[in-house]
Nanobody, 126 residues
Framework: QVQLVESGGESVQAGDSLRLSCVAS????????MGWFRQAPGKAREVVAA????????FYTDSVKGRFDIYRDNGGVTVYLQMNNLQREDTAVYYC???????????????????WGQGTQVTVSS
């Protein structure tokens, strides 16, 4: 079955950097778009970044553009989220997600994603 295991979250100061990792198993990783989502307390889950199966397309939500970078290693079945200049508003649980259908790029559709990791906590203090 599909497994997504995130790591890398921790408590940091504003302005610091973190790199999140998500190791995938149970499916042909190189055929699927992958995404990073986050959910802050009392807020809805939101897509932060997404990357197509061959890394030819990337999406970032406006609040992280220029600060976050999503990339993937298909051979290592891992997707990463490099987060720079972290701000307090980036505090959330971050989740890795797998696209529902292979070779499909539809980031803005809620039913695009069908598998999630357990999440990793990122806390940013000023």
């Amino acid at each position: 079955q599909v497994q997504l295991v995130e790591s890398g979250g921790e408590s940091v100061q504003a302005g610091d950097s973190l790199r999140l990792s998500c190791v995938a198993s149970g499916f042909t990783f190189s055929r699927y778009a992958m995404g990073w989502f986050r959910q802050a307390p009392g807020k809805a889950r939101e897509v932060v970044a997404a990357i197509s199966w061959a890394s030819t397309s990337k999406f970032y939500t406006d609040s992280v553009k220029g600060r976050f970078d999503i990339y993937r290693d298909n051979g290592g079945v891992t997707v990463y989220l490099q987060m720079n200049n972290l701000q307090r508003e980036d505090t959330a649980v971050y989740y890795c997600a797998k696209a529902k259908n292979h070779y499909t790029w539809a980031v803005d559709k809620d039913d695009q994603w069908d598998s999630w990791g357990q999440g990793t906590q990122v806390t940013v203090s000023s």
